[in-house]
């Protein structure tokens, strides 16, 4: 006999009206140490039906509580306290009550064990799935990585040439302007050279206009030469009889003035005649003689500027 104390009893109380846990129950068990062989349990044995071993010892801590607020422990088939058949009876009632609830509870824990174990499969289905997929993360990860060390390496290299373009730009865009620079030079030069060549064109047009001219005038003077050449062929041998005859016969001066004022006795005297004496008495009073005989070219670089003044005259006159 045991003397239990009031938070035992308020266990007891939980346990009678299903309320307590099976740990609660070893707890009870452990404090209070119920004989296996004794005639409750042989009672309780046969109220428990087919339950098995582990549930039977869970329900034998389950006992009825007295009046007196004492438990009653029952060993080598004695017990306490008159009058326990009634309570045995209540107590297999409550024991039976009890089973039927570790029954139902032993349905619902069966159940979720295997509502767990096939979450428990499921989560490690969805655990292997998201290890795979861990993988596959990882390995793309790789990949990325190495694409963006090649992408690092394209973007050096990028800007390597990048820069090298622009020296290249900086250097065409110099060049671009010394070319200008000549260009605007070749183009002053230019319409400098034009000026000139439009000056020189005027020019030689009017040089062209000249020589015109120029020909035209030596074509008249080449008819004048021709005249004057045949002209000169004709009297040069008129000249030189005449100088011959002239020094052959001595003419004497006085004789010749004499004659001369003989002559300026007659009141007619032909003005042809006269002309013609002057003529022929001009030609050797001159101071020098010229050779007018020969071909063209020869007689016009005999010829000066002077002499063919004074023979265009002549012929003139």
Request: glycine content about 2%; overall charge positive.
């Given at each position: 006999m045991y003397q239990?104390?009031?938070q035992d009893h308020v266990i007891i109380e939980q346990l009678i009206i299903r309320?307590?846990?099976?740990?609660?129950?070893?707890?009870?068990?452990?404090?209070?140490?119920?004989?296996?062989?004794?005639?409750?349990?042989?009672?309780?044995?046969?109220?428990?039906?087919?339950?098995?071993?582990?549930?039977?010892?869970?329900?034998?801590?389950?006992?009825?509580?007295?009046?007196?607020n004492t438990v009653i422990v029952i060993r080598d088939g004695s017990s306490s306290n008159a009058g326990g058949a009634?309570?045995?009876?209540e107590t297999k009632k409550q024991l039976e009550q009890e089973v039927m609830m570790l029954r139902r509870e032993f349905d619902v824990i069966k159940i979720m064990h295997q509502r767990a174990t096939c979450e428990q499969q499921n989560k490690d289905r969805h655990i292997e799935?998201?290890?795979?997929?861990?993988?596959?993360?990882?390995?793309?990860?790789?990949?990325?990585?190495?694409?963006?060390?090649?992408?690092?390496?394209?973007?050096?290299?990028?800007e390597r040439e990048l820069k090298a373009v622009e020296d290249r730009f900086n250097a065409l865009n110099n060049e671009k302007r010394t070319l200008e620079l000549s260009l605007n030079e070749l183009t002053i030069s230019l319409l400098h050279e034009q000026r000139l060549r439009q000056d020189i064109s005027s020019e030689?047009?009017?040089?062209?206009?000249?020589?015109?001219?120029?020909?035209?005038?030596?074509?008249?003077?080449?008819?004048?030469?021709?005249?004057?050449?045949?002209w000169i062929s004709q009297h040069s041998m008129v000249n030189t009889d005449f100088a011959i005859n002239v020094h052959g016969e001595h003419i004497n001066m006085s004789k010749l003035k004499a004659f001369k004022g003989q002559r300026s006795r007659f009141t007619e005297i032909p003005n042809g005649i006269h002309q013609n004496e002057q003529k022929s008495h001009s030609?050797?009073?001159?101071?020098?003689?010229?050779?007018?005989?020969?071909?063209?070219?020869?007689?016009?670089?005999?010829?000066?500027?002077?002499?063919?003044?004074k023979y265009f005259d002549f012929i003139d006159y």
């Open positions: 239990t104390s009031r309320k307590g846990t099976l740990m609660e129950y070893a707890k009870f068990s452990q404090n209070y140490h119920i004989h296996a062989n004794s005639k409750i349990c042989k009672t309780l044995r046969f109220a428990s039906g087919g339950l098995s071993k582990k549930i039977w010892e869970r329900i034998l801590v389950i006992l009825s509580i007295t009046s007196n009634a309570e045995v009876q799935h998201l290890n795979n997929q861990i993988k596959n993360q990882r390995e793309i990860l790789l990949q990325i990585d190495t694409e963006q060390k090649i992408l690092r390496e394209d973007q050096n290299k990028t030689k047009s009017k040089a062209e206009e000249d020589f015109k001219k120029i020909k035209a005038t030596v074509t008249e003077l080449q008819k004048k030469n021709l005249d004057l050449e045949s030609i050797p009073t001159a101071d020098k003689y010229y050779d007018y005989s020969g071909p063209q070219a020869d007689i016009m670089k005999r010829l000066s500027l002077d002499s063919l003044s």
